[in-house]
């Protein structure tokens, strides 16, 4: 089974940012459109970003502009930077193809806590 890696989270001042790194297989990598997601305490898991096996990119619309995706293939890792960071999106951030179908089991998130 493939394994997602997230890391990158932490303690940040709102207004703050950070970098999110998900680690995958190869195949992972090159097959699907990967996407950046997003669960708060209490609340469902919500799509933040995606990112095309092409390159296209796609932001919800309350992170257009502050968030970027990326993909490094030399490290098979897709990354987002998160700025100007607001209290509400304090939520474990997860990484995972953008088809349903094609998901692997979700990894353990990374956690970003953004405070006031």
């Known amino acids: 089974q493939v394994r997602l890696v997230e890391s990158g989270g932490g303690l940040v001042q709102a207004g703050g940012s950070l970098t999110l790194s998900c680690a995958t297989s190869?195949?992972?990598?090159?097959?699907?459109?990967m996407a950046w997601y997003r669960q708060a305490t209490g609340k469902q898991r919500e799509l933040v970003a995606f990112v095309r096996r092409g390159g296209k990119k796609y932001y919800v619309d309350s992170v257009k502009g502050r968030f970027a995706i990326s993909k490094d293939s030399a490290k098979n890792t897709v990354n987002i930077q998160i700025n100007s960071l607001k209290h509400e999106e304090t939520a474990v951030y997860y990484c995972n193809a953008v088809d349903w179908r094609l998901r692997t089991d979700w990894g353990q998130g990374t956690q970003v806590t953004v405070y006031s």
């Open positions: 190869r195949h992972m990598f090159l097959g699907n459109d």
